[in-house]
């Protein structure tokens, strides 16, 4: 495999679950093998992350508060980092975020692999979304609600195919970043195939996933 950096954003704060990052760490680290541990950038606000990071040899990229807050978007966090390092247009840099504790380095490999072999200039994952958006509604807050999608389909074997995006891994070209919106896709990114995967937001999610694997 060939790419310039592994970006792992891992902010101190989390309103859902303070010191989420923390926890989750290890998950993502233990994954990476030795041999790609040098490009590792881990982008945070915490000394424990930091030092965390160092105990793998990854390189830390302190962040700034304002890129530390609830407002702050992925694409900033990214460009923030890139912007101290070196690349060239056709660069890969591969971002991984901590919440996902599933994750395997050969489904990294695999993504890897599509992505080099086709036109692709970013690429996220898919999955079937647990909902058909057909069925969702937006709240009015007065109980009535409006379709998210209108429609006036009345048999599930109508509704259009759809898929959900997940972070599970993100690649892209450096020369693409500018193009991406700051949730890191845009019109012409491609994804790549997953099996519903677990994305912990909660403690209790975290809790969840443990009981699953023991």
């Known amino acids: ?8 954003p891992a902010r101190a704060g989390s309103k859902g679950w303070p010191g989420k990052n923390v926890r989750l760490f290890d998950y993502t680290a233990q994954i990476i093998p030795r041999e790609y541990q040098s490009s590792v950038v881990v982008t945070t606000d915490d000394p424990t992350i ?6 793998y040899n990854f390189e830390v990229h302190e962040r700034s508060p304002d890129l530390s807050n609830d407002t702050a978007d992925t694409k900033s966090v990214i460009k923030d980092v890139l912007k101290h390092r ?18 395997t380095w050969s489904d990294v490999t695999s993504m890897y692999n599509m992505f080099v072999s086709s036109t692709a200039r970013s690429m996220l994952c898919r999955q079937q979304p647990k909902t058909h958006p057909c069925l969702i509604m937006l709240d009015n ?12 389909l009345y048999q599930r074997q109508q509704y259009p195919p759809c898929f959900e995006i997940s972070h599970y891994i ?13 949730n ?31």
């Open 1 to 8: 495999m060939s790419f310039s950096n592994i970006i792992i």
């Open 170 to 182: 993100c690649m892209f070209k450096y020369n693409e970043l500018n193009k991406l919106n700051k």
């Open 184 to 214: 890191m896709y845009n019109a012409n990114t491609e994804y790549y195939s997953i099996d519903q995967v677990v994305d912990v937001d909660s403690e209790q999610d975290f809790n969840l996933y443990v009981e699953n694997n023991i």
């Open 86 to 103: 070196e690349n060239k247009p056709n660069d890969t840099n591969i971002m991984l975020y901590l919440t996902y504790p599933e994750r």
């Open 141 to 152: 807050g007065n109980g009535t609600g409006t379709q998210v999608l209108h429609h006036e």
């Open 50 to 55: 930091s030092g965390m990071a160092e105990q």
